[in-house]
């Protein structure tokens, strides 16, 4: 299956990741080549199959309802790029 | 003393016959000496390395040592360690130090490892040749101008160096198995569930699994024994006991059932490698198993269902790498949305990329149905092939992979030849099932290995049966360097 630059521009933006003009065709190129593999799904009669989320199919256990984390929050902000005061910096969202 | 196995580690340590810190040092010395040649390691950890290694010897000499106490690993660079660089072999994370062990870490740290360093992979475990890594290919012991596989190239490669006599790694569609069997190494990869994948950075959840690499299954049973475990930050994690996989090595397989899937020894397969492998089925009869014919008639829909799963659920794992919290950010960006476009453009691979693409194409808006959700349909039945396999047979066994080992740089041009490098290897991981991967032979001086695929949770047999074929053949101890 072919899929044109629009499609990869599109796809791009809803995964939030800048792709240059420069190498757009190539990546149009080789997603076709990987959809065309998964098309072979199609020719497969799954008509009342159950599709399977989880290998054993096991539910989620819960736990008591307890603080059991204990509060990081400066060793996980002094990762980031940018932050002051407790908050995680970016460039101004609203005028 | 690089040669030692971790059994033959663990008997000399508590023999006295040499120190941890003397085996740390060597191995160290060895690492920076060689390690130029394969690029196995990411980052080498000396002082904590050396630090372990004295509070072992102290452990050992009190006589308080706990199973591994004393033994020296590595961890794939996508485990998180607590105050050492983890970086997913990717630009994004390149400065990221996380402030918390993975769990493994904790399980085999609590057994009393020693971490050489971390061990270089495909950028965040996406790919079959380790050529995608942001730090450069690793190359294969066996012959440099090859691939060791991928991801867990870089742990395959230091064990098969002799650089570290084992290390973590995992696997999502055949990433501990295909590197191990590229590398005349020792791989497996448990039940979907059974370690737990807290503190691992994700690819694709409902299949990722760690499990280790070594030198023989002796060692796997050994590192798999520390590692296992239920662990209640992991919601997919199996309530199960903590287990010793080395109780059951010594059993008979006399009587035991070996399915053997027509779809593995079909075309694709090389006619060497399938010689190698009839042959270690040959040794498993010779030991009393019995072979069986069977059919898994859904294996050719194996790598179709992956590509459409693994992307979609990697397209929302890697959503968390913004630019904000942690990783790569851009320089000057404009707005909120620039950041966003540019620091994930800049930090991601164009594999990663292709792929985070790919997922989104599978999920979005009226596309779902015809990929998504007919691809967890196709999984199912690929499950049910299997349950009616092991209805009849114990373990199935074939080749790991079509062929031994490619040259560097044949196959990154073709994302799509390079997937299907994993077509034996992935059913398993759609299906949450514990594989493994043995050495069973040598074409043209480059390794072949022999996959084993077992029912949930049946690691101790798959061990045992690995072990006992290592009782009576020397593969496994054929030595690149």
């Not at chain 1, 080549?33 to 989620?60: F, K, S, W, Y």
């Not at chain 2, 590595?74 to 769990?103: E, Q, W």
């Not at chain 2, 742990?155 to 290390?167: E, F, N, Q």
């Not at chain 2, 398993?428 to 050495?439: C, E, F």
Request: glycine share 8%; proline share 5%; with cysteine.
């Amino acid at each position: 299956m072919a899929v044109d630059t629009q499609t990869v521009e599109k796809l791009a933006e809803l995964a939030r990741i800048a792709i240059s003009n420069a190498t757009i065709e190539e990546v149009s190129s080789r997603l076709g080549d990987i959809l065309q593999l998964v098309d072979q799904l199609q020719a497969i009669n799954t008509d009342g199959v159950i599709p399977m989320a989880h290998p054993l199919d096991e539910v989620q256990t819960l736990r008591a309802d307890a603080v059991t984390e204990t509060d990081q929050r400066n060793s996980f902000l002094s990762l980031a790029p940018q932050s002051d005061e407790g908050l995680y910096l970016v460039p101004k969202v609203i005028d | 003393m690089h040669q030692f196995t971790i059994a033959e580690i663990i008997r000399g340590l508590r023999g006295k016959e040499f120190s941890s810190t003397e085996l740390t040092q060597h191995l160290l010395k060895r690492i920076q000496q060689l390690d130029s040649n394969y690029n196995s390691f990411i980052t080498v950890t000396e002082e904590l390395a050396l630090n372990q290694a004295k509070a072992a010897d102290e452990r050992l000499a009190a006589g308080e040592a706990p199973a591994l106490c004393g033994v020296p690993i590595a961890h794939k660079d996508i485990v998180c360690t607590k105050g050492i660089r983890t970086s997913c072999a990717s630009k994004m994370l390149d400065n990221f130090i996380p402030p918390y062990n993975a769990t493994i870490v904790e399980n085999l740290n609590s057994a009393g490892t020693v971490t050489l360093g971390k061990t270089n992979m495909d950028e965040f475990a996406m790919g079959s040749s380790n050529e995608s890594s942001y730090y450069g290919a690793v190359k294969n012991p066996w012959d440099t101008n090859y691939v060791p596989g991928g991801s867990s190239g870089g742990s395959a490669a230091a064990v098969a160096a002799l650089l570290v006599p084992g290390a973590t790694a995992t696997d999502t569609g055949g990433s501990i198995r295909q590197p191990a069997a590229l590398t005349n190494t020792t791989g497996l990869k448990p039940t979907y569930g059974r370690v737990s994948r807290w503190g691992i950075v994700a690819y694709a959840s409902s299949l990722d699994q760690a499990g280790p690499i070594a030198r023989n299954a002796e060692d796997v049973a050994y590192l798999l024994s520390a590692m296992a475990s239920h662990d209640s930050k992991d919601s997919t994690s199996l309530d199960r006991p903590q287990a010793d996989y080395t109780a059951r090595l010594n059993d008979s397989v006399t009587g035991l059932k070996v399915g053997v899937p027509k779809e593995y020894f079909g075309e694709g397969l090389d006619g060497d490698t399938a010689v190698r492998v009839q042959d270690a089925l040959k040794e498993f009869e010779k030991l009393g198993a019995e072979l069986v014919d069977i059919s898994l008639p859904h294996t050719e829909l194996a790598i179709p269902a992956y590509y459409v799963i693994a992307p979609a659920e990697a397209s929302a794992n890697l959503s968390r790498f913004d630019g904000v919290r942690y990783g790569h950010r851009c320089e000057q960006p404009s707005d909120l949305r620039d950041l966003y476009m540019r620091s994930r453009g800049e930090g991601f691979g164009e594999e990663v990329q292709r792929r985070i693409l790919v997922g989104t194409y599978a999920l979005s808006a009226g596309y779902y149905d015809a990929y998504y959700n007919k691809a967890q349909q196709v999984r199912r039945l690929i499950k049910q092939d299997f349950m009616q396999a092991f209805e009849k047979v114990d373990v199935i066994m074939g080749p790991t992979t079509p062929s031994p080992a490619f040259q560097l740089g044949a196959k990154s041009a073709d994302p799509v030849a390079m997937y299907l490098e994993d077509i034996y290897t992935i059913a398993t991981n759609l299906a949450g099932l514990p594989g493994m991967s043995i050495p069973c032979g040598l074409v043209n001086n480059m390794p072949v290995g022999l996959q084993i695929t077992g029912n949930y949770l049946d690691e101790a047999r798959m061990l045992n049966i690995a072990h006992q074929y290592q009782q009576v053949t020397d593969w496994h101890k054929a030595s690149a360097v």
